[in-house]
């Protein structure tokens, strides 16, 4: 039985012959290909010589395909697809994984880790939804999601408690060191107070300040938490927000805690996932990843 492949030409000759055939252009080959043109035509004169048959018709405006090059050209192009397709087999691939999570919990918490994420794990290609609807599993191919509330989230679902809920009140220091660091509830009145779509503010001040009614203080309100925290740093008000939210500002120095206080909620942040059997390669490295973090 012979061995090998003897009548089997180069083959980069025949990756060349190929894009040839799909261009009928020497010129927008060599751009494909990374090479020059001269090299490109060098390549097809030796692969019809090696043939001993022409494959292509020089035209006064480009190039024709003899029948011969025209059904050879069908069986390199699949031929070369095979071979690229079991190269693709050979490697690993990449593992897709969609985490849905609120848009604020995605800018002030998950992004700035995403970076070391990747690092760890590049074989996981994690894709992060950040919307403010509820996102369903199954409709929206997710397959962890972050959410806020108390357990159980819906028939069929796993929950894994991955932090708690505690808000503190954030001003800029540039703002506390012009006005002064409110130490009363009249104090507090001077500063516009940064609502967000969970309105903790009468909550948050009728633990502070017991004795008094709810104030009069300025307001403004923003539909996200992520509003109301850029808002205060720019000077503009006195945000409450989670502490796992703004503790990256804080030790940055582009926010300050206003009072020692910190509310403590019966809501939490959970990871959510579906209960079913196979689940995806890598939610258990995802999960595990997003708990460490949780806990640094």
Same mark, same amino acid.
Do not use: C
């Given at each position: 039985?012979?061995?090998?492949?003897?009548?089997?030409?180069?083959?980069?000759?025949?990756?060349?012959?190929?894009?040839?055939?799909?261009?009928?252009?020497?010129?927008?080959?060599?751009?494909?290909?990374?090479?020059?043109?001269?090299?490109?035509?060098?390549?097809? =004169?030796? /692969?019809?010589?090696?043939?001993?048959?022409?494959? &292509? !018709?020089? @035209?006064?405006?480009?190039?024709?395909?003899? #029948? +011969?090059?025209?059904?050879?050209?069908?069986?390199?192009?699949?031929?070369?697809?095979?071979?690229?397709?079991?190269?693709?087999?050979?490697?690993?691939?990449?593992?897709?994984?969609?985490?849905?999570?609120?848009?604020?919990?995605?800018?002030?918490?998950?992004?700035?880790?995403?970076?070391?994420?990747?690092?760890?794990?590049?074989?996981?290609?994690?894709?992060?939804?950040?919307?403010?609807?509820?996102?369903?599993?199954?409709?929206?191919?997710?397959?962890?999601?972050?959410?806020?509330?108390?357990?159980?989230?819906?028939?069929?679902?796993?929950?894994?408690?991955?932090?708690?809920?505690?808000?503190?009140?954030?001003?800029?220091? =540039?703002? /506390?060191?012009?006005?002064?660091?409110?130490?009363? &509830? !009249?104090? @507090?009145?001077?500063?516009?107070?940064?609502? #967000? +779509?969970?309105?903790?503010?009468?909550?948050?001040?009728?633990?502070?300040?017991?004795?008094?009614?709810?104030?009069?203080?300025?307001?403004?309100?923003?539909?996200?938490?992520?509003?109301?925290?850029?808002?205060?740093?720019?000077?503009?008000?006195?945000?409450?927000?989670?502490?796992?939210?703004?503790?990256?500002?804080?030790?940055?120095?582009?926010?300050?805690?206003?009072?020692?206080?910190?509310?403590?909620?019966?809501?939490?942040?959970?990871?959510?996932?579906?209960?079913?059997?196979?689940?995806?390669?890598?939610?258990?490295?995802?999960?595990?990843?997003?708990?460490?973090?949780?806990?640094?």
């Amino acid at each position: 039985m012979p061995e090998g492949f003897p009548n089997l030409p180069s083959l980069n000759a025949l990756r060349v012959f190929e894009v040839v055939a799909r261009h009928l252009n020497f010129r927008l080959a060599a751009e494909e290909l990374g090479v020059t043109q001269a090299a490109v035509a060098q390549q097809i =004169r030796g /692969l019809e010589a090696s043939l001993e048959i022409r494959l &292509f !018709e020089r @035209l006064p405006r480009g190039l024709g395909m003899t #029948d +011969a090059g025209r059904s050879y050209a069908s069986r390199v192009r699949s031929a070369l697809s095979m071979i690229d397709e079991a190269t693709r087999l050979l490697r690993p691939q990449p593992l897709h994984l969609t985490v849905s999570v609120t848009p604020s919990f995605a800018s002030k918490w998950l992004i700035p880790r995403l970076g070391a994420f990747a690092e760890d794990y590049p074989d996981i290609d994690l894709r992060v939804l950040a919307t403010d609807k509820l996102s369903h599993f199954s409709t929206d191919s997710v397959d962890l999601a972050v959410r806020y509330g108390q357990p159980p989230f819906g028939p069929g679902l796993n929950t894994e408690l991955l932090m708690d809920q505690r808000i503190v009140a954030v001003a800029s220091p =540039r703002l /506390l060191a012009s006005k002064g660091a409110p130490d009363s &509830f !009249e104090a @507090l009145q001077d500063f516009v107070m940064l609502h #967000d +779509a969970h309105d903790f503010w009468p909550e948050f001040t009728g633990a502070l300040f017991a004795q008094h009614a709810q104030g009069t203080a300025k307001n403004v309100r923003f539909n996200q938490t992520s509003l109301a925290i850029e808002a205060a740093i720019n000077g503009q008000g006195i945000a409450l927000a989670s502490q796992m939210f703004v503790q990256g500002d804080i030790d940055a120095g582009r926010l300050e805690q206003v009072f020692a206080q910190q509310l403590r909620l019966d809501k939490a942040f959970y990871l959510v996932w579906p209960r079913k059997a196979g689940t995806p390669p890598g939610l258990a490295v995802v999960k595990d990843w997003l708990l460490r973090q949780a806990h640094l």
